[in-house]
């Protein structure tokens, strides 16, 4: 059963930085993609980025584009999302996902197994 641990998330001022961290165990195969959703109070969970992780190559929506990165450490079975120039609207509990079918996506529904999640609080 694959696991997801994340870790990293706080209280920050709008413009700060912040990298999550999502150490995934319990696979003896490695998940094909790995990605970063997350939740506002009374929004629903959208994707914010994705990592295939056999190449590394990257994916992310247009609004998350160029303010973060998602990165992997394969040694340590661990992936990052580093966040920067945090807004307000950044608030939002942030949830590391995995899935083995193939095909790029940030649909939620498509993501097999979850962490628990990590607040993110931006304020101004």
């Known amino acids: ?48 980025a994705a990592i295939f992780t056999g190449s590394s190559e990257t994916y992310y929506p247009d609004f998350m584009r160029g303010r973060c990165t998602i990165s992997q450490n394969n040694a340590k079975n661990t992936v990052y999302l580093q966040m920067n120039n945090l807004k307000p609207e950044d608030t939002a509990m942030y949830y590391c996902a995995a899935k083995f079918a193939l095909g790029w996506s940030l649909i939620a529904g498509e ?14």
């Not at 961290?21 to 109070?41: E, K, L, N, T, V």
């Not at 979850?114 to 607040?119: C, E």
């Open 1 to 48: 059963q694959v696991q997801l641990v994340e870790s990293g998330g706080a209280s920050v001022q709008a413009g700060g930085s912040l990298r999550l961290s999502c150490a995934a165990s319990g696979y003896i195969y490695r998940p094909i993609f790995m990605a970063w959703f997350r939740q506002a109070p009374g929004k629903e969970r959208e994707g914010v």
């Open 111 to 124: 993501y097999n197994y979850w962490g628990q999640g990590t607040q993110v609080t931006v304020s101004s």
